[in-house]
């Protein structure tokens, strides 16, 4: 039985005050039990975060970090210190780091390593973009950047990973993937998992994301390969994530 996860992507967003907001409002609800929650802040947030959130039971991640342990690398961050500040999840290969940040699949396996380096838990964001949907090179895509990691993996290091497919022209445009275009995608990539074992395949988490928000949520969460979601925009509001979240349990 995989737990769903909702992970909550607030990008370059966010204050001090939100934080203390989210604090409060999870701490006056109860969370479905048998979902994980996870908020990726912006760096200098995390140790907040990890005391806002500390008497719930939503875990704190962050967005990306460096491939290097430590050294003169001006500016980045290593898994260490997410570790040391409170993290537990890491996104890793977000298409706005791969598009903005110009980080290729090397790049984002580096990363990845690194995470499981420190028991940090990579969530390995992999998507199209319109242009490759619309080539029908969707699978040949996604698939791609799947393989790219799990076949530079063992055995033990890929079953710590968690996947979440983005397609790219759904992140931030308020254009969802419907749940049967989502559900095709998360389908091919349990198949192609299944290549390095049953056991992987069916234990793997596969989270959508994408304009996800509280009215779509459910129906998306529905289908049998969706496990979860990465949220972005509906993330920074509180009301509406804590709706995605109860609509997973
Ligand atoms: C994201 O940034 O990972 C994302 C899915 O954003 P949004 O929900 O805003 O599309």
């Given amino acids: 039985m995989r737990m769903p996860l909702i992970a909550g992507n607030w990008k370059m967003n966010g204050s001090l005050a939100l934080v203390e907001e989210f604090g409060r409002a999870f701490a006056d609800v109860s969370l479905p039990v048998n979902v994980e929650v996870s908020l990726m ?139 049967e275009q989502a559900q095709a995608v998360h389908a091919a990539i349990r198949d192609c998992l299944a290549r390095y074992g049953a056991g992987l395949a069916g234990g793997m988490r596969l989270l959508y994301g994408g304009s996800m928000k509280a009215d779509n949520a459910a129906e998306l969460l529905a289908q049998p390969d969706i496990d979860g979601g990465l949220v972005g925009g509906a993330s920074l509001k509180v009301d509406d994530f804590l709706a995605i979240c109860q609509s997973a349990g």
Avoid: N
Avoid at 81 to 90: P, Q, S
Avoid at 98 to 116: H, I, S
Avoid at 130 to 159: K, M, S
């Fill in 41 to 179: 802040v912006p760096f200098p947030f995390l140790e907040a975060a990890g005391r806002a959130l500390g008497e719930t039971s939503v875990t704190v991640g962050a967005q990306t970090l460096s491939d290097r342990p430590s050294g003169a690398f001006t500016g980045e961050v290593s898994a260490a210190m997410l570790r040391e500040c409170g993290a537990r999840l890491v996104l890793v290969g977000h298409s706005e780091r791969r598009t903005l940040f110009a980080e290729d699949d090397a790049a984002v396996l580096a990363r990845v390593k690194a995470a499981l380096a420190e028991q940090l838990t990579p969530v390995l964001c992999v998507g199209e973009t319109l242009e490759e949907r619309e080539a029908e090179r969707t699978e040949a895509v996604v698939l791609g950047q799947i393989e790219a990691v799990f076949g530079a993996l063992d055995e033990a290091e890929r079953a710590r990973l968690v996947v979440a497919y983005e397609p790219v022209w759904a992140i931030g445009t308020g254009r969802t993937a419907s749940p």
